[in-house]
């Protein structure tokens, strides 16, 4: 199990996590409804940060220090003892980072049905930060054809999708990244019309009128910080800004200030911070949608795979420095 240890300030460390190792003979208890799951493939996500503070006023409940740490996962039900999960079916939800779970609240477990679509994709592509990108993009920016999107942090878990999706949409999109290898998946496999490395650049506010000499129409903000103060220079009349994320302020204590707000006004931009979770009316459509554009291989997903839980915590620690090159996704255990 990985256990977390006590709540943080700044960046989070691998020491704020333990490796607890035990013997324990584990059933899903008569009458209580339960499953026990093999965890196949566990996700590493930014929010799970926010988790790791003693703020009780957010849209999910801290991590409780000395217990193990909940995530999203991919499992195999070994036991159960609720009519509606069998042995041997494979399930995506809430699970915990061990390699066996006791699942009490099985309500929003998804069933896979296997069809050739690799099952870690039900942590990545078909789940959580996919559907992210799908609820944000078409809900919150309503894409048009011919619009101009910029995306950061745009080769990752969520980025990658939003910017393969609004392309299928007829749209021009830039993203950045943290690295030029990043850059080069955006450009050379994931279909964007430009990318550049944010890290080398002194001034982002020329950069964006160097990629957009028009103007953003839509900015897909997973970042926050000086990246959304430049954007907010480079919106066009009428553009809109869905605020995913601010990785870039998550282990600050004092969030840096914006000071180009009043562009909102004079360009009359909409902004909108949302959860993909206010949104899971969409998700069967979502599925269809995302699983039919890459059957038809119309997009491709990139992971970053790591071997064994005990990897766990410095991949989660990896994601507030860039080290993950696509989704970070953990294999607990093979298939
Ligand atoms: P990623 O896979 O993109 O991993 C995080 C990435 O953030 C890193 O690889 C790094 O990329 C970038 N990053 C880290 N630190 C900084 C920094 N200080 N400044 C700028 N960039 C930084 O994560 P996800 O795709 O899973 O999540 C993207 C965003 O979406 C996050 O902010 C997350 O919290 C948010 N989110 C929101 C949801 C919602 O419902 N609103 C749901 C899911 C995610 P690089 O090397 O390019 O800098």
Redesign the pocket.
Known sequence: QVIFKQYIEGVPKETDMEIKVSKTELKAPKGSGAILVKNLYLSC???MRGRMRDFRGSYIPPFVPGQVIEGFGVSEVVHSDNPNFKPRELITGLTGWEEYSLIQKTEQLRKIQQDGIPLSYHVGLLG??GF?AYA?LYEVCSPCKDEYVFI????????QLVGQLAKLHGCYVVG????NQ?VDLLKNMLGFDEAFN??EELDLDAVLKRYFPQGIDIYFD??G?D?LDAALLNMRIHGRIAV?????Q?NLSDAKGIHNLFNLITRRVKMQ?????DHLDLYPRFLEDVTGYYKQGKIVYVEDMNEGLESAPAAFIG??????V???VIRVARE
Do not use: E, I
């Not at 950061?152 to 980025?159: D, E, F, L, P, R």
């Not at 995913?244 to 870039?248: E, H, K, L, N, Q």
């Not at 911070?273 to 979770?277: D, E, N, P, V, W």
């Open positions: 996500d930014p929010y959580m930060p992210t944000g950061s942090a745009a080769s990752g878990a969520v980025g950045s990244a943290g690295s990043k944010y890290k997973n970042v910080g990246m995913c994320g601010m990785v870039s998550q911070g949302f959860l993909q979770s994601l507030f420095s860039g080290k993950n696509g989704k970070q």
